[in-house]
């Protein structure tokens, strides 16, 4: 078992990458904590991870709130004695988020409280955490998108994962002497909920899927295989990383026919 006598805390844990990350991490012996707003699919995850016979608790919080943040790692620390590991998952990519000239303010001010300020409230309060338990692992979720422009606009989203990214070196290296690992996963396009709603026409989705050279969209559980890895103490020397997981697409100039 890889994540033997580890507690790990999950945003955005009630579907998609959070989810498939928190089933695989309590089967690699880690007592998880899943946190979201959906609180049906957060209590969903829970119950799936018992129902396997291992050990997981729900807990709501808003990313996008300080409090909530800090009282989702009080409950973790309260709940199972420490924190090893921290993913920042939870993030939106919202219908509205458009080019610059027709994406309204308030898009852009909801993407980058959730998907920005949301991390930094993880961090604030995860990390203090981290070094009570001697050092960690954090996790960052960002996206292909913060390396590659794309003629299909997501300006707020976009900048976003940007900000993810640049974070996350920084992060690092401030944390570097103290035990504490942070790297980003940077995800390709995903046959999840989320792209799937933002890619609503089958013309949309071919437009993608003409770029990534493996020819087809990735699952949330060949993310949450990535995370494990950046999560266990296999990654022992992996910091700062910007861990692609997108089926080449990052890599690609021309794709195979
Ligand atoms: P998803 O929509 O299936 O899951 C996201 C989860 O986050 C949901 O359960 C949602 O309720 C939760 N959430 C939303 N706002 C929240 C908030 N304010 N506080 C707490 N939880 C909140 O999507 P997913 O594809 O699993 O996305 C997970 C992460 O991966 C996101 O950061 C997303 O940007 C990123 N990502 C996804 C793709 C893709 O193609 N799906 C690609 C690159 C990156």
């Not at 020819?215 to 494990?228: H, P, Y």
Request: net charge negative; aromatic share 8%; charged share 25%.
């Amino acid at each position: 078992m890889r994540l033997k006598d580890k507690t790990a805390l999950i945003t955005g844990a009630g579907s998609g990458i959070g989810r498939e990350t928190a089933l695989l991490f309590a089967k690699e012996g880690a007592r998880v904590v899943a946190t979201d707003i959906n609180d049906e699919g957060g209590k969903e995850t829970v119950a799936m991870i018992r129902e396997a016979g291992q050990e997981a608790a729900y807990f709501h919080a808003d990313v996008s709130k300080a409090a909530d943040c800090e009282a989702m790692v009080a409950f973790a620390e309260r709940t199972y004695g420490k924190l090893d590991i921290l993913f920042n998952n939870a993030g939106i990519m919202h219908n509205d988020d458009g080019d610059a000239v027709s994406t309204e303010e308030a898009i852009w001010d909801l993407t980058m409280n959730i998907n920005v300020k949301g991390v930094f409230f993880g961090c604030k309060y995860g990390i203090p955490a981290l070094r009570r338990a001697g050092g960690g692992s954090i996790i960052n979720t960002a996206s292909f998108v913060a390396l590659l422009g794309a003629a299909t606009p997501q300006i707020a989203y976009t900048a976003s994962k940007g900000a993810v990214l640049s974070m996350t070196r920084e992060l690092a290296i401030i944390h570097a002497r103290e035990n504490i690992r942070v790297n980003a996963l940077c995800p390709g396009p995903l046959r999840t909920e989320l792209l799937m709603k933002f890619l609503n026409t089958e013309e949309k989705k071919q437009r993608r899927l003409v770029h990534i050279p493996m020819g087809r969209f990735g699952e949330a559980r060949e993310m949450a295989a990535a995370v494990l890895y950046l999560a266990s103490d296999e990654s022992s020397y992996v910091t700062g990383s910007e861990f692609m997981v997108d089926g080449g697409i990052t890599a690609a100039y021309v794709t195979p026919e």
